[in-house]
């Protein structure tokens, strides 16, 4: 018997507004599907938040016994700058700036996304397809589409008919806005469209001369619109119909609903049972914005590079740290915040240091098969990792009165907090336990690193300035980075 099917998994669908009891199309089998990025700059870290969110969400599964196909794509054509069909590819212009091949530009954000994603401990989506690697699929969906009757070729484009789509469907069902609202609300902006109606999406665009990313099709040379490579990829992938599909919080309106539209136009229903947001990501209160500054890159965090952070932070803090927000709640991210995160997350991995020494009595002070039961509940109402959290602290708390001799524990119970703390630490929630790895291999590294730090500010001192910058800048070829702060020089290493 698989865990499942004692379980009773929440999951709250965004198309329903409401928690429904979590049933597979298939029993045993889950199909995922996540937008992933448009691999055109650096990621970000609403974006890790997003990903993270939904790599939990697929550890769980797993961890419950189901078989999950989880299917997250790079989008690295199609997507332009703006959401009404106009500007121009973000891929592309990137390129044009940089004077790279587009595949260049896709490349080099590509690595960069896996590479924070490896560091944060992701397990890696069952398929990672590219639209780039789809487009036969997303033309076969549009001629699918024209024949319907429910789009239209102009100009060597082909954009959705939204109205006439309306007439037979909703479209608006996920986002909640209605057609007459985004009639009234969509601005024109007259003789620039080609559309029928501004509501109507792009499916094909026709390619400019001087456009780089471009393919044959029935309607000429062009590109796919942004919406559909995730209808032909999910569906290529997962069926006609299935189980998840998530994403950040900002792609629910046009992009998701949009891929609705497009499935329902193809396959006459819903394409997908359960729909998922995350939502965003703040830095000190503020909306992130790379135009304002307020904006903070993993690999700063990881290096302490960056003017609103005291020091560097280990990826396992900054998960632990992510994690205990729920992922439908704003995450604020701050130093402050992330300091105290960082204390309860060695308090957490110092409990599970203990647990190998503790004493074992002939019974228990306390209730352990009912504390595994929340540590499900938990998890088990929309995957709330705060909660999980909050119930983790409280093993903590008896460990530690265990090990004072304030508690007792009996054998059975230890074998079974010691591997539901494994299980919801490692294998759900992901972290990784960074004080055991090499522990007397880096601590003589960091009472090394710390006898230069001092060395270096004895020569400061003595306005030796030759030696103090040797120190700093041999260390940090080495891969020591040097950060001089209020509180004293800390280090970090790449
Ligand atoms: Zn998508």
Not at 253 to 261: D, L, M, S
Request: proline share 3%.
């Amino acid at each position: 018997m698989q865990l499942y099917q004692s379980q009773e998994l929440k999951i709250y669908n965004s198309l329903t507004g409401k928690k429904e009891i979590f049933k597979s199309i298939n029993e045993g089998y889950v199909g995922m599907y996540v937008c992933g990025p448009t691999v055109y700059s650096y990621v970000h870290l609403g974006n890790v938040r997003t990903f993270m969110s939904f790599d939990v969400i697929f550890r769980y599964l797993k961890h419950l016994g189901y078989k999950v196909r989880y299917v997250r794509n790079i989008t690295d054509a199609g997507h332009l700058e703006n959401d009404a069909d106009e500007g121009e590819d973000r891929i592309a212009k990137k390129a044009r700036l940089e004077q790279i091949e587009p595949m260049e530009v896709v490349q080099r954000y590509t690595v960069d996304f896996h590479t924070i994603l490896q560091k944060f401990n992701f397990l890696p989506p069952s398929i990672e397809p590219t639209a780039t690697g789809h487009i036969i699929e997303q033309i076969e969906i549009i001629k699918d589409i024209v024949d319907k009757g429910l789009a239209y070729e102009i100009n060597g484009s082909v954009y959705f008919d939204v109205l006439k789509f309306n007439e037979t469907n909703n479209y608006g069902i996920l986002s909640g806005r209605n057609i007459e609202d985004l009639i009234h609300n969509t601005r024109v902006l007259s003789g620039q469209s080609e559309k029928k109606n501004p509501q109507d999406f792009a499916l094909w665009k026709k390619a400019e001369p001087q456009h780089i990313m471009r393919w044959p099709s029935p309607w000429g040379d062009g590109f796919p619109g942004w919406h559909l490579e995730c209808t032909a990829m999910s569906t290529k992938y997962l069926g006609e119909q299935f189980d998840i599909h998530g994403g950040g919080m900002d792609l629910k309106f046009p992009h998701h609903e949009c891929e609705i539209a497009q499935a329902e136009a193809c396959n006459g229903h819903s394409p997908v049972n359960y729909w998922m947001h995350a939502n965003m990501l703040t830095l000190n209160g503020k909306k992130m914005a790379k135009s304002t500054g307020n904006n903070i890159l993993p690999g700063e965090i990881f290096s302490g590079n960056n003017a609103i952070l005291s020091k560097a932070f280990a990826p396992s803090v900054v998960r632990f740290f992510i994690l205990q927000a729920h992922y439908r709640s704003i995450f604020d991210f701050s130093n402050d915040a992330l300091l105290a995160s960082e204390k309860g997350f060695n308090k957490l991995m110092d409990a599970l240091h203990c647990l190998d020494g503790l004493n074992i009595s002939d019974s228990s002070s306390f209730d352990i098969n009912a504390w595994k039961d929340n540590c499900y509940a938990a998890m088990n109402d929309d995957f709330n990792t705060p909660i999980l959290i909050s119930h983790l602290f409280e093993a903590v708390k008896h460990i530690n009165q265990i090990k004072d001799n304030k508690a007792t524990i009996n054998s059975d119970d230890l074998e079974v907090l010691k591997s539901t703390m494994h299980a919801f630490i490692f294998d759900v929630l992901g972290l990784v336990d960074t004080v055991t790895t090499d522990n007397n291999d880096s601590n003589t590294l960091s009472n090394v690193i710390e006898l230069l730090i001092n060395l270096r500010a004895e020569a400061r001192a003595n306005k030796d300035f030759a030696t103090s910058d040797k120190i700093r800048d041999e260390l940090l070829a080495m891969g020591v980075q040097l950060k001089d702060g209020k509180e004293g020089t800390t280090f970090s290493l790449s």
